[in-house]
């Protein structure tokens, strides 16, 4: 009987042994795996150390800087040096790296401030930014690039009137009609078209070959406060498309009215009056016009007078002139 209990104690305290130092020898093997540079010591002699606990407080100060709203009206000496000792002091002032991008688009200095909304994305990935960022994009036509930054936009705010309407009007620039047309129809289930977005949806549904709803889109535009020459451009094309002349040359005209320098407007105008057998009307655009563009009034003047080709016969051709 004491032997039995002499030897289940025995047993017992090899085991308490062996595990003690497999325990130990896992918990140094786990500090020895700690990434260089790192200390071993426990975290309450980390915490009482007042040399960890000066650098990590450690704060430096960002100089003062200008309120953001009158960035616009810097020279363009200042706007660089603030730009240049924001990013020198590692700002985190993502609004003034904004608009200090958007005073560089202004001044059509596309690459700084791209590099200016750049950093103001990377401390706050707001969709107006990924939408100035587009528009950046856009004027050095790098379209890739900008439906890029405008499709983040709106995955992060679908609802954002400015990021959609932005996407939509790339669309439009790259010719890419069907979707175009499909990006406004989106559009318009989650946000209301204003009269800009309504009237470049009638642009690409002219396009697609739908003049009737091109119609039934800015018809009521131009004829509403505050139409634009362009309204009445597509509502003068729609109704060219649908062969109603009269009714084309009367929007052309009217666009003409707002915008008199327009010679593409002319141009629509002219081909318009010639349809409707306005010839003299059509030609009075032409002599309008040929001074400011003399590239287009040429094919213009090409067009009026391509029917006065004639066809003869032999016995006509032997015929004196009169």
Known sequence: MFRRYF??????????????????NTLAQNQNNLAPGSSAKPPSDITKSPTRTASSSAIV??????????????SDEDLNKLFDRMSTHYSKDAVLFNNIG????QRKEYDKSEAAIRRAIVLNNH??????????????????????????AINQAPRYA???????????????????????????????????????YSVALLRSGDPEKAIAMVAPLATGAEPTALMFNVLGGAYYA????NQASEAFKRGVEIDPASTSLRYNLAMALTAANNRPG?????????????????????????????????????????
Not at 61 to 74: C, M, N, R, S, W
Not at 302 to 320: G, H, M, S, W
Request: hydrophobic share 40%; aromatic share 10%.
């Open 7 to 24: 030897a289940i104690c025995l047993a017992v305290c090899f085991s308490y042994v062996i595990v003690t130092v497999l325990f130990s």
């Open 61 to 74: 100060a960002e100089p003062d800087y200008p309120d953001p709203t009158t960035v616009k009206t810097l």
């Open 102 to 105: 958007a005073a560089f688009f």
């Open 127 to 152: 969709p107006a930014f990924l939408v100035n960022l587009s528009l950046v994009y856009d004027a050095l036509q790098r379209f890739p690039d900008a439906i890029n930054a405008a499709q983040r």
């Open 162 to 200: 400015r990021a959609r309407s932005e996407m939509c009007e790339l669309l439009l620039e790259t010719k890419r009609v069907p979707d175009t047309v499909l990006c406004y129809e989106e559009m318009s289930k989650v946000v209301t078209l204003d009269p800009a977005s309504q009237t470049y």
């Open 242 to 245: 649908k062969k109603r002349f």
């Open 282 to 322: 059509a030609l009075s655009q032409y002599n309008l016009m040929k001074d400011k563009d003399p590239k287009l009034a040429d094919e213009l003047y090409r067009n009026l007078f391509r029917d006065k080709i004639l066809f003869v016969d032999e016995q006509t051709a032997k015929t004196p002139r009169p």
